[in-house]
């Protein structure tokens, strides 16, 4: 099993550009989260679904959309990226029914010029 | 709304010292209550974890207990090594959590050296 799979691990972009991450997990987990990590605040919430088929506004949603693609499969899109968004980009995976624990990607590290 | 406070980094400790990292929370109802840890260039890992007052967390040497009357969950290690140089999120899930979102602090970078 790879757990939670994110890709690509590095990017960098100019303003405006538009890009993908792409988030995998092999665990049949029903609720898949993005955050993001800036130095000093901890991770914040991005967007996260639930289950298949739902997405929802986390903490710091502007200037990203998401898609649940399947059970599996949940990607964090940047239409216009702007140079506030550098930063480092986890997605996660859970099991829903109580107080599991997340399970982690090893993050993609995205510098906006 | 819900809200995790951790100590001020960086915490800087030799090898086989006692290691205390200080987490408080606002919570309505009773949350859950995490510690996960972060290696360098990797992403979070379950540390430990709480889910009623009282409950102790304990994972590789590591201990963690559910404060309710002080609202705290404090990370305690009696001995630390080189290879538990990290940095360490406290982190609180509030019911209805079936959807498991977290709320984490701001992480705490601990340096242990030889």
């Known amino acids: 099993n790879a757990g939670v799979t994110q890709t690509p691990k590095f990017q960098v972009l100019k303003t405006g550009q538009s890009m993908t991450l792409q988030c995998a997990q092999d665990?049949?987990?029903?609720?898949m989260y993005w955050y993001r990590q800036d130095p000093g605040m901890g991770l914040r919430l991005i967007y996260y679904s639930a289950s298949e088929g739902t997405t929802d506004k986390g903490e710091v949603p502007n200037g990203y959309n998401v898609s649940r693609l399947n059970k599996r499969e949940f990607s964090l899109r940047l239409e216009s990226a702007a140079p506030s968004q550098t930063s480092v980009y986890f997605c996660a995976s859970h099991l829903a029914g109580g107080p599991n624990e997340q399970f982690f990607g090893p993050g993609t590290r995205l510098t906006v010029l | 709304g819900d809200s995790v406070t951790q100590m001020e980094g960086p915490v800087t400790l030799s090898e086989e010292a006692f290691l205390t990292i200080n987490c408080t929370y606002t919570a309505t109802g009773y949350p859950s209550l995490f510690w996960y840890v972060q290696y360098p260039g990797e992403g979070l890992q379950l540390l430990l974890k709480a889910t009623k007052a009282d409950d102790k967390g304990s994972n590789k040497g590591f201990e963690a207990t559910y404060r309710k009357e002080t609202t705290s969950f404090h990370l305690e290690k009696g001995s630390v090594q080189v290879s538990d140089s990290a940095v360490y999120f406290c982190?609180?899930?509030?019911?209805?959590?079936?959807?498991?979102?977290?709320?984490f602090g701001q992480g705490t970078t601990l340096q242990v050296k030889p």
């Open positions: 665990m049949n987990h029903n609720s």
């Open positions: 982190a609180l899930s509030s019911p209805p959590s079936n959807t498991g979102k977290l709320i």
